[in-house]
């Protein structure tokens, strides 16, 4: 096919399906690279050119060996572009796209999408509100970071995706145990201030620097929460053109804009704090959404993220000119939980609004969608006590630490 274009799919979890159906569905040759732990996953086969498998997860890759491999298959391929699908994946595909000068997203600009120092110190060079922070290079800063921020705070792995790793403290004299215990590795850390608040996310889609679509939703139960505490995961889309969906987005924009994030799909977090009601930056990524976020966008807009994603990856390389479908205005909310079963029986929610059961292996998760927010929260709550008393399971922190 003289029109072909190729793409170079680098993922570390089982995710993105969608993503490389639609694109191979666009007439491209669709290439994955994945972990070899991951070879047995239900990957879409059919719709791949070919998979190559790396020792290793996360960060263990050897990214020589990478880069020799993606150098093999340029001997008699031309490669037009390289996409991380999760967070682990950005730096993989930044150092490739620097090496072998693919167009997209290079290393500097992708570190403010995956280390937490780099994401606070652009946003308050751009001016966009974040809590209060210091990295853990140097003992005068932290000494004046404590002595002058009132805790509590967090102790944050610059790099960990979702909210693993995070450690809450109330002193200065916990603050340097924990920092002395890490020894050398501190400076993979940052400290920040821990502000209670609700917790959102803003689910945007991006062609040339601007957000063509985005949907501002609330964590009913934050991922940190869950993360430390085991619990129900939940999230709904909150009102459209509410105070909070208009404040979200206008500082959801400052992001994309200010960090420099061209096209794509991302997945950014803010916080109203409960003391002054203002919205905060949290964290961002360039990816979409883990936790079948996705499929709760899709069932309020009608816009899958992972397909229009694809699409702008294939436009983009192609110079033609991307167009996104209709948008609906509906609800819809997830709830997700780790169940003692391997694969629980949902038959017993049946109300008509539920339009998807996650499938995930000892997970218990339904999504229900609704013209109605209320209808909404009020089965979300419904289906939460539900869950808790007949499915649930918690886990130690290692076990559910990503929700990817």
Same mark, same amino acid.
């Given at each position: 096919?003289?029109?072909?274009?190729?793409?170079?799919?680098?993922?570390?979890?089982?995710?993105?399906?969608?993503?490389?159906?639609?694109?191979?569905?666009?007439?491209?040759?669709?290439?994955?690279?994945?972990?070899?732990?991951?070879?047995?996953? #239900?990957? #879409?086969?059919?719709?791949?050119?070919?998979?190559?498998?790396?020792?290793?997860?996360?960060?263990?890759?050897? *990214?020589?060996? =990478? +880069?020799?491999?993606?150098?093999? $298959?340029?001997?008699?391929?031309?490669?037009?572009?390289?996409?991380?699908?999760?967070?682990?994946?950005?730096?993989?595909?930044? @150092? +490739?796209?620097?090496?072998?000068?693919?167009?997209? !997203?290079?290393?500097?600009?992708?570190?403010?999408?995956?280390?937490?120092?780099?994401?606070?110190?652009?946003?308050?060079?751009?001016?966009?509100?974040?809590?209060?922070?210091?990295?853990?290079?140097?003992?005068?800063?932290?000494?004046?970071?404590?002595?002058?921020?009132?805790? #509590?705070?967090? +102790?944050?792995?610059?790099?960990?995706?979702?909210?693993?790793?995070?450690?809450?403290?109330?002193?200065?004299?916990? $603050?340097? *145990?924990? %920092?002395?215990?890490?020894?050398?590795?501190?400076?993979?850390?940052?400290?920040?201030?821990?502000?209670?608040? &609700?917790?959102?996310?803003?689910?945007? $889609? %991006?062609?040339?620097?601007?957000?063509?679509?985005?949907?501002?939703?609330? @964590?009913?139960?934050?991922? !940190?929460?869950?993360?430390?505490?085991?619990?129900?995961?939940?999230?709904?889309?909150?009102?459209?053109?509410?105070?909070?969906?208009?404040?979200?987005?206008?500082?959801?924009?400052?992001?994309?804009?200010?960090?420099?994030?061209?096209?794509?799909?991302?997945?950014?977090?803010? %916080?109203?704090?409960? &003391?002054?009601?203002? %919205?905060?930056?949290?964290?961002?990524?360039?990816?979409?959404?883990?936790?079948?976020?996705?499929?709760?966008?899709?069932?309020?807009?009608?816009?899958?993220?992972?397909?229009?994603?694809?699409?702008?990856?294939?436009?983009?390389?192609?110079?033609?000119? @991307?167009?996104?479908?209709?948008?609906?205005?509906?609800?819809?909310?997830?709830?997700?939980?780790?169940?003692?079963?391997?694969?629980?029986? =949902?038959?017993?929610?049946?109300?008509?609004?539920?339009?998807?059961?996650?499938?995930?292996?000892?997970?218990?998760?339904?999504?229900?969608?609704?013209?109605? #927010?209320?209808?909404?929260?009020?089965?979300?709550?419904?289906?939460?006590?539900?869950?808790?008393?007949? @499915?649930?399971?918690?886990?130690?922190?290692?076990?559910?630490?990503?929700?990817?």
């Amino acid at each position: 096919m003289a029109d072909n274009r190729t793409f170079i799919c680098i993922s570390n979890y089982f995710k993105g399906s969608d993503f490389m159906i639609e694109l191979k569905q666009l007439g491209n040759t669709v290439f994955l690279v994945t972990s070899d732990k991951l070879r047995d996953k #239900p990957w #879409p086969f059919e719709h791949l050119d070919e998979v190559f498998y790396m020792d290793g997860q996360d960060t263990d890759w050897n *990214m020589e060996h =990478l +880069l020799l491999g993606v150098q093999g $298959l340029m001997k008699s391929n031309k490669i037009d572009g390289i996409v991380a699908l999760d967070d682990f994946d950005v730096e993989k595909a930044t @150092y +490739l796209r620097e090496h072998l000068r693919i167009q997209g !997203m290079g290393q500097t600009t992708g570190r403010y999408f995956r280390d937490k120092l780099a994401m606070r110190m652009r946003a308050k060079s751009c001016g966009i509100s974040n809590p209060n922070f210091c990295s853990l290079f140097n003992d005068h800063d932290i000494n004046t970071f404590a002595d002058t921020v009132a805790p #509590p705070w967090v +102790l944050k792995p610059r790099s960990e995706a979702s909210a693993s790793g995070i450690i809450k403290i109330h002193d200065k004299e916990s $603050l340097w *145990m924990h %920092i002395n215990e890490m020894g050398n590795n501190r400076f993979k850390y940052l400290v920040e201030q821990f502000r209670p608040g &609700d917790v959102y996310h803003c689910d945007s $889609l %991006i062609v040339n620097g601007k957000i063509v679509f985005s949907m501002t939703s609330k @964590y009913l139960a934050t991922p !940190m929460e869950i993360s430390q505490g085991g619990g129900i995961f939940r999230s709904a889309n909150i009102v459209y053109g509410s105070e909070d969906d208009k404040a979200i987005k206008k500082c959801n924009e400052q992001v994309i804009k200010g960090f420099g994030l061209k096209h794509g799909a991302a997945h950014s977090e803010y %916080i109203k704090c409960k &003391d002054d009601g203002k %919205i905060y930056f949290l964290e961002t990524s360039s990816r979409v959404g883990g936790a079948h976020l996705a499929e709760m966008v899709a069932a309020a807009s009608g816009i899958n993220l992972w397909k229009e994603w694809a699409k702008i990856e294939d436009a983009l390389v192609r110079e033609t000119a @991307y167009k996104l479908p209709k948008v609906r205005k509906e609800y819809a909310g997830i709830v997700l939980t780790l169940s003692k079963f391997e694969k629980p029986d =949902l038959s017993p929610f049946s109300d008509e609004e539920v339009c998807f059961q996650v499938p995930l292996e000892y997970h218990a998760g339904l999504i229900v969608n609704s013209d109605k #927010p209320n209808r909404v929260l009020e089965l979300l709550d419904d289906y939460a006590d539900r869950l808790v008393h007949d @499915y649930a399971a918690v886990a130690a922190q290692a076990e559910i630490k990503k929700l990817h």
